[in-house]
Protein backbone atom coordinates (compact mmCIF):
# COMPACT_ATOMS: atom_id res chain seq x y z
CA UNK A 1 0.00 0.00 0.00
CA UNK A 2 2.89 2.66 1.05
CA UNK A 3 3.71 5.28 2.69
CA UNK A 4 1.62 8.23 2.81
CA UNK A 5 2.85 10.15 5.95
CA UNK A 6 5.93 9.17 8.08
CA UNK A 7 7.19 11.68 10.90
CA UNK A 8 9.58 10.80 13.63
CA UNK A 9 10.73 12.47 16.68
CA UNK A 10 9.27 15.60 16.16
CA UNK A 11 9.09 17.95 18.38
CA UNK A 12 7.93 21.86 18.79
CA UNK A 13 8.34 24.67 21.55
CA UNK A 14 6.91 28.11 20.67
CA UNK A 15 8.53 29.79 23.77
CA UNK A 16 11.29 28.29 26.30
CA UNK A 17 8.96 26.01 28.72
CA UNK A 18 5.92 25.86 25.81
CA UNK A 19 6.21 22.95 24.06
CA UNK A 20 3.81 22.49 21.67
CA UNK A 21 4.31 18.90 20.29
CA UNK A 22 6.27 16.78 22.47
CA UNK A 23 7.76 13.65 19.70
CA UNK A 24 5.65 12.27 17.68
CA UNK A 25 6.15 9.19 15.41
CA UNK A 26 3.30 8.49 12.99
CA UNK A 27 2.85 6.27 10.11
CA UNK A 28 0.06 6.52 7.57
CA UNK A 29 -0.32 4.30 4.60
CA UNK A 30 -1.60 5.20 1.50
CA UNK A 31 -5.80 5.43 1.49
CA UNK A 32 -6.32 5.38 5.11
CA UNK A 33 -8.67 8.21 6.51
CA UNK A 34 -7.63 9.21 10.30
CA UNK A 35 -9.39 11.53 12.59
CA UNK A 36 -7.14 13.36 14.92
CA UNK A 37 -8.96 14.41 17.96
CA UNK A 38 -8.04 16.20 21.59
CA UNK A 39 -9.15 18.77 23.20
CA UNK A 40 -8.27 22.64 22.70
CA UNK A 41 -4.58 23.12 22.39
CA UNK A 42 -4.08 19.50 22.31
CA UNK A 43 -1.22 20.30 19.10
CA UNK A 44 -4.07 19.20 16.45
CA UNK A 45 -3.32 22.52 13.98
CA UNK A 46 0.40 22.65 14.75
CA UNK A 47 0.46 18.99 13.84
CA UNK A 48 -1.22 19.81 10.34
CA UNK A 49 0.88 23.24 9.75
CA UNK A 50 4.29 20.93 10.48
CA UNK A 51 3.20 18.32 7.53
CA UNK A 52 2.23 21.11 5.33
CA UNK A 53 5.48 22.58 5.24
CA UNK A 54 3.87 25.70 7.21
CA UNK A 55 6.02 25.70 10.48
CA UNK A 56 9.50 24.38 11.21
CA UNK A 57 9.94 21.55 13.98
CA UNK A 58 12.81 22.15 16.97
CA UNK A 59 16.07 21.94 14.90
CA UNK A 60 16.84 18.67 16.41
CA UNK A 61 18.79 15.42 15.26
CA UNK A 62 16.10 12.83 14.15
CA UNK A 63 13.36 15.20 13.55
CA UNK A 64 11.83 13.90 10.28
CA UNK A 65 8.60 14.49 8.17
CA UNK A 66 8.30 12.58 4.93
CA UNK A 67 5.26 12.73 2.40
CA UNK A 68 5.30 10.47 -0.65
CA UNK A 69 8.39 9.28 0.36
CA UNK A 70 9.69 12.82 0.12
CA UNK A 71 11.67 14.32 2.65
CA UNK A 72 9.58 17.41 3.72
CA UNK A 73 11.03 18.57 7.03
CA UNK A 74 14.13 17.25 8.36
CA UNK A 75 16.49 18.30 11.44
CA UNK A 76 14.10 21.12 12.07
CA UNK A 77 14.62 22.48 8.68
CA UNK A 78 12.06 22.44 5.80
CA UNK A 79 13.03 21.16 2.21
CA UNK A 80 14.15 23.38 -0.09
CA UNK A 81 11.80 21.28 -2.49
CA UNK A 82 8.88 21.85 -0.35
CA UNK A 83 6.79 23.87 -2.44
CA UNK A 84 6.51 20.87 -5.31
CA UNK A 85 5.69 18.67 -2.53
CA UNK A 86 3.13 20.88 -1.31
CA UNK A 87 1.16 20.31 -4.80
CA UNK A 88 0.18 16.78 -3.67
CA UNK A 89 -1.20 18.21 -0.26
CA UNK A 90 -4.46 19.74 0.00
CA UNK A 91 -5.13 21.98 3.12
CA UNK A 92 -8.79 22.44 4.37
CA UNK A 93 -8.92 25.54 6.50
CA UNK A 94 -11.89 25.80 9.44
CA UNK A 95 -12.63 29.37 7.36
CA UNK A 96 -12.17 28.14 4.15
CA UNK A 97 -9.74 30.85 2.54
CA UNK A 98 -11.67 31.69 -0.42
CA UNK A 99 -11.63 35.17 -1.80
CA UNK A 100 -15.24 36.37 -1.72
CA UNK A 101 -15.21 38.62 -4.37
CA UNK A 102 -14.19 36.52 -6.67
CA UNK A 103 -16.83 33.44 -8.30
CA UNK A 104 -16.84 30.02 -7.07
CA UNK A 105 -15.08 28.95 -10.48
CA UNK A 106 -12.33 31.03 -10.10
CA UNK A 107 -11.54 30.02 -6.08
CA UNK A 108 -11.43 26.27 -7.53
CA UNK A 109 -9.48 27.08 -9.94
CA UNK A 110 -6.45 28.56 -7.79
CA UNK A 111 -6.13 25.18 -7.07
CA UNK A 112 -4.63 24.91 -10.63
CA UNK A 113 -2.30 27.41 -9.93
CA UNK A 114 0.83 25.39 -9.61
CA UNK A 115 0.25 24.17 -12.81
CA UNK A 116 -0.33 26.85 -14.82
CA UNK A 117 1.93 30.26 -16.08
CA UNK A 118 2.13 32.27 -13.56
CA UNK A 119 1.13 34.92 -16.16
CA UNK A 120 -2.24 33.33 -16.98
CA UNK A 121 -2.93 32.32 -13.24
CA UNK A 122 -2.36 35.98 -11.97
CA UNK A 123 -4.81 37.09 -15.19
CA UNK A 124 -7.43 34.14 -14.46
CA UNK A 125 -6.35 33.45 -17.88
CA UNK A 126 -7.45 29.86 -17.45
CA UNK A 127 -8.45 27.32 -20.69
CA UNK A 128 -11.97 25.83 -21.35
CA UNK A 129 -10.21 22.34 -20.29
CA UNK A 130 -9.55 23.67 -17.10
CA UNK A 131 -12.25 25.11 -16.56
CA UNK A 132 -14.43 21.80 -16.67
CA UNK A 133 -11.86 20.36 -14.49
CA UNK A 134 -13.01 22.85 -12.01
CA UNK A 135 -16.45 22.41 -12.84
CA UNK A 136 -16.76 18.51 -12.79
CA UNK A 137 -15.34 19.37 -9.12
CA UNK A 138 -17.87 21.57 -8.18
CA UNK A 139 -20.40 18.67 -9.20
CA UNK A 140 -18.57 15.96 -7.48
CA UNK A 141 -18.96 18.25 -4.37
CA UNK A 142 -22.84 19.23 -4.96
CA UNK A 143 -22.76 22.83 -6.20
CA UNK A 144 -21.77 22.99 -9.36
CA UNK A 145 -25.33 25.36 -10.36
CA UNK A 146 -23.23 28.11 -7.70
CA UNK A 147 -20.32 28.31 -10.03
CA UNK A 148 -20.88 31.45 -10.92
CA UNK A 149 -21.65 33.37 -7.69
CA UNK A 150 -19.34 35.03 -5.97
CA UNK A 151 -17.79 33.32 -2.76
CA UNK A 152 -19.73 35.32 -0.05
CA UNK A 153 -23.00 34.67 -1.19
CA UNK A 154 -22.29 31.24 -0.73
CA UNK A 155 -23.15 29.44 2.78
CA UNK A 156 -20.66 27.98 5.09
CA UNK A 157 -21.14 24.49 3.94
CA UNK A 158 -20.80 25.25 0.16
CA UNK A 159 -17.94 27.68 0.73
CA UNK A 160 -16.16 24.27 2.76
CA UNK A 161 -17.31 22.11 -0.38
CA UNK A 162 -15.91 24.70 -2.58
CA UNK A 163 -12.76 24.21 -0.48
CA UNK A 164 -12.87 20.61 -1.03
CA UNK A 165 -13.68 20.89 -4.90
CA UNK A 166 -10.18 22.75 -5.05
CA UNK A 167 -7.94 20.43 -3.49
CA UNK A 168 -9.78 17.50 -5.96
CA UNK A 169 -8.31 20.44 -8.56
CA UNK A 170 -4.93 20.80 -6.96
CA UNK A 171 -4.68 16.87 -7.90
CA UNK A 172 -3.67 16.44 -3.56
CA UNK A 173 -3.06 12.82 -2.75
CA UNK A 174 -3.01 14.02 0.42
CA UNK A 175 -5.41 15.82 2.03
CA UNK A 176 -5.17 17.78 5.98
CA UNK A 177 -8.74 19.11 7.04
CA UNK A 178 -7.91 21.39 9.88
CA UNK A 179 -11.15 21.41 12.00
CA UNK A 180 -13.69 21.27 8.30
CA UNK A 181 -16.77 21.30 10.42
CA UNK A 182 -15.93 23.57 13.56
CA UNK A 183 -18.12 26.77 12.25
CA UNK A 184 -20.63 24.70 10.37
CA UNK A 185 -24.44 23.06 11.29
CA UNK A 186 -25.02 19.53 11.91
CA UNK A 187 -26.17 18.92 8.18
CA UNK A 188 -23.57 20.55 6.49
CA UNK A 189 -21.10 18.80 8.92
CA UNK A 190 -22.76 15.63 7.98
CA UNK A 191 -22.61 16.86 4.09
CA UNK A 192 -19.13 17.44 4.43
CA UNK A 193 -17.98 14.41 5.79
CA UNK A 194 -20.19 12.53 3.52
CA UNK A 195 -17.98 14.45 0.62
CA UNK A 196 -14.74 13.70 2.06
CA UNK A 197 -15.56 9.95 3.43
CA UNK A 198 -16.35 9.73 -0.99
CA UNK A 199 -13.22 11.38 -1.88
CA UNK A 200 -11.48 8.37 0.65
CA UNK A 201 -13.42 5.75 -0.76
CA UNK A 202 -13.49 6.20 -4.67
CA UNK A 203 -10.06 8.43 -5.36
CA UNK A 204 -7.55 7.09 -2.42
CA UNK A 205 -7.12 9.67 -1.34
CA UNK A 206 -5.52 9.93 1.68
CA UNK A 207 -6.77 12.18 4.89
CA UNK A 208 -6.11 13.43 7.60
CA UNK A 209 -9.02 15.59 9.43
CA UNK A 210 -9.12 16.84 12.85
CA UNK A 211 -12.38 16.95 15.11
CA UNK A 212 -13.37 18.34 17.72
CA UNK A 213 -16.91 15.95 17.15
CA UNK A 214 -15.89 12.56 18.99
CA UNK A 215 -18.70 10.73 17.69
CA UNK A 216 -17.82 11.91 14.14
CA UNK A 217 -14.34 11.16 14.01
CA UNK A 218 -15.68 7.39 15.61
CA UNK A 219 -18.99 7.46 12.44
CA UNK A 220 -16.21 8.49 9.80
CA UNK A 221 -12.64 7.28 10.38
CA UNK A 222 -11.52 3.92 10.85
CA UNK A 223 -7.85 5.36 12.80
CA UNK A 224 -8.06 7.79 14.74
CA UNK A 225 -5.01 9.95 16.46
CA UNK A 226 -5.32 11.30 20.44
CA UNK A 227 -3.28 14.19 21.45
CA UNK A 228 -3.07 15.29 24.66
CA UNK A 229 -0.56 18.17 25.74
CA UNK A 230 1.33 17.95 22.31
CA UNK A 231 1.46 13.71 22.51
CA UNK A 232 -0.21 10.92 20.89
CA UNK A 233 -1.62 9.37 23.71
CA UNK A 234 -3.51 7.07 21.32
CA UNK A 235 -3.15 5.70 17.78
CA UNK A 236 -5.83 2.91 16.88
CA UNK A 237 -9.14 1.68 16.05
CA UNK A 238 -12.03 4.26 16.11
CA UNK A 239 -13.91 1.58 17.01
CA UNK A 240 -11.84 0.49 20.69
CA UNK A 241 -12.06 4.40 21.47
CA UNK A 242 -14.56 4.29 24.64
CA UNK A 243 -16.18 6.82 27.18
CA UNK A 244 -13.64 6.07 29.95
CA UNK A 245 -10.26 6.75 27.25
CA UNK A 246 -11.81 9.81 26.36
CA UNK A 247 -12.33 11.05 29.65
CA UNK A 248 -9.31 11.05 30.00
CA UNK A 249 -8.36 13.19 26.77
CA UNK A 250 -11.35 15.76 27.38
CA UNK A 251 -12.21 15.56 31.41
CA UNK A 252 -15.27 14.95 33.14
CA UNK A 253 -17.30 16.60 30.45
CA UNK A 254 -16.88 14.01 27.83
CA UNK A 255 -20.50 12.79 27.54
CA UNK A 256 -21.38 16.44 26.07
CA UNK A 257 -19.30 15.91 23.61
CA UNK A 258 -20.95 11.87 22.67
CA UNK A 259 -23.69 11.13 20.94
CA UNK A 260 -25.82 7.56 21.69
CA UNK A 261 -25.44 5.82 18.66
CA UNK A 262 -21.11 6.98 18.90
CA UNK A 263 -19.44 3.35 19.61
CA UNK A 264 -20.32 1.86 16.35
CA UNK A 265 -17.46 0.37 14.90
CA UNK A 266 -16.72 2.85 11.64
CA UNK A 267 -17.71 1.76 8.23
CA UNK A 268 -14.93 -0.87 6.78
CA UNK A 269 -12.89 0.50 4.00
CA UNK A 270 -10.70 -2.70 2.17
CA UNK A 271 -8.22 -0.23 1.26
CA UNK A 272 -7.11 1.19 5.23
CA UNK A 273 -5.06 -0.86 7.24
CA UNK A 274 -4.88 0.55 10.83
CA UNK A 275 -2.14 -0.91 13.45
CA UNK A 276 -3.92 -0.45 16.96
CA UNK A 277 -1.17 1.29 19.08
CA UNK A 278 -2.52 2.29 22.52
CA UNK A 279 -0.26 4.55 24.27
CA UNK A 280 -0.43 2.46 28.21
CA UNK A 281 -0.36 5.55 30.35
CA UNK A 282 -3.00 8.70 29.56
CA UNK A 283 -2.37 11.84 30.89
CA UNK A 284 -5.17 12.48 33.66
CA UNK A 285 -6.98 16.15 32.32
CA UNK A 286 -7.09 18.03 35.18
Known amino acids: ?????LIEQLNKHFSPGKQALNNINISVKHGEMIALIGASGSGKSTLLRHIAGLVEADKQPGSLIMINGRCAQQHGNVS???RDIRTRVGFIFQQFNLVDRLPVLTNVLVGLLHRVALWRGLLGRFNSSERATA???????????????RASTLSGGQQQRAAIARTLVQGADLILADEPIASLDPESSRNVMDIL???????????IVSLHQVDIAIRYCPRVIAL?????????????LNPTLLRELYGVHVEELLTPTSFISAPSRSHSVVHERKVPHLVQVA
Open 197 to 207: AKINREDRTTI
Open 135 to 149: YEALARVGIADCHAQ
Open 1 to 5: MGTAL
Open 80 to 82: KDI
Open 228 to 240: HQGQVVFDGLSSS
